[in-house]
């Protein structure tokens, strides 16, 4: 159903870096501010980044975030086991009046 | 600290109505800033949005559910609920409640923090 597109896996070697993307339109991305959340299986979802760049107190400068027009990136630096976990970017769409999930992108380190 | 703790039945069955209910600590649903939503995530899929209250009512549901989803809220609890009905095998998943930012005047929206999330199985 989501209409937010994220590549299914991405992996790299600990302390390398890892940029997963976060596809949509002019409706979600392209009109408004875009989320970032971290989820372990069995424990409750993230917020690592929200209005596209920003990071909430306690989360590590490792994860920044950037948009341009109807994409948006999170990037995490100096890769660690810990950062193994699904990720997720999250907007609002304008055209549906509702929150919308990106398909999700798991982190393997190698 | 903000906190929110999902609670009810872990098992519905088929056809029947999923009900769960939220409790905030630590901060007021009536709060003017935010909106209090729900999300799910089924066997081996992905987040997925159902819907989000504001304290005085105001509702906005994810139009793939919005025919079966009934949210509401008790303030005098500090609580918030979801109702929904109808229920089949692909309701199953893990729901969880979290606080909303969303201010769509200056384009805002993100949910933070999230409860722990409860289970719910659908049994036929």
């Known amino acids: 159903q989501s209409v937010l597109t994220q590549p299914p896996s991405v992996s790299a070697a600990p302390g390398q870096k890892v940029t997963i993307s976060c596809s949509g339109s002019s409706s979600n991305i392209g009109n408004t501010y875009v989320s970032w959340y971290q989820h372990l299986p069995g424990t409750a979802p993230k917020l690592l980044i929200y209005?596209?760049?920003k990071r909430p107190s306690g989360i590590s400068d490792r994860f920044s975030g950037s948009k341009s027009g109807t994409s948006a990136t999170l990037g995490i630096t100096g890769l660690q086991t810990g950062d193994e976990a699904d990720y997720y970017c999250g907007t609002w769409d304008s055209s549906l009046s509702a929150e919308l999930f990106g398909t999700g992108t798991k982190v393997s380190v190698l | 600290q903000l906190q929110l703790q999902e609670s009810g039945p872990g098992l519905v069955k088929s056809s029947e109505t999923l009900s769960l209910t939220c409790t905030v600590s630590?901060?007021?649903?009536?709060?003017?800033?935010?909106?209090w939503g729900w999300i799910r995530q089924s066997p081996g899929k992905g987040l997925e949005w159902i819907g989000s209250i504001y304290y005085s009512g105001n509702t906005y549901y994810n139009p793939s559910l919005k025919s079966r989803v009934t949210i509401s809220a008790d303030t005098s609890k500090s609580q918030f609920s979801l109702r929904l009905s109808s229920v089949t095998a692909a309701d199953t998943a893990v729901y969880y409640c979290?606080?909303?930012?969303?201010?769509?005047?200056?384009?805002?929206?993100?949910?933070?923090?999230w409860g722990q999330g409860i289970p719910v199985s659908v049994s036929s």
């Open positions: 630590g901060a007021s649903i009536t709060n003017r800033n935010y909106y």
């Open positions: 209005e596209n760049t």
């Open positions: 979290a606080r909303h930012i969303l201010r769509l005047d200056v384009r805002q929206n993100w949910f933070d923090p």
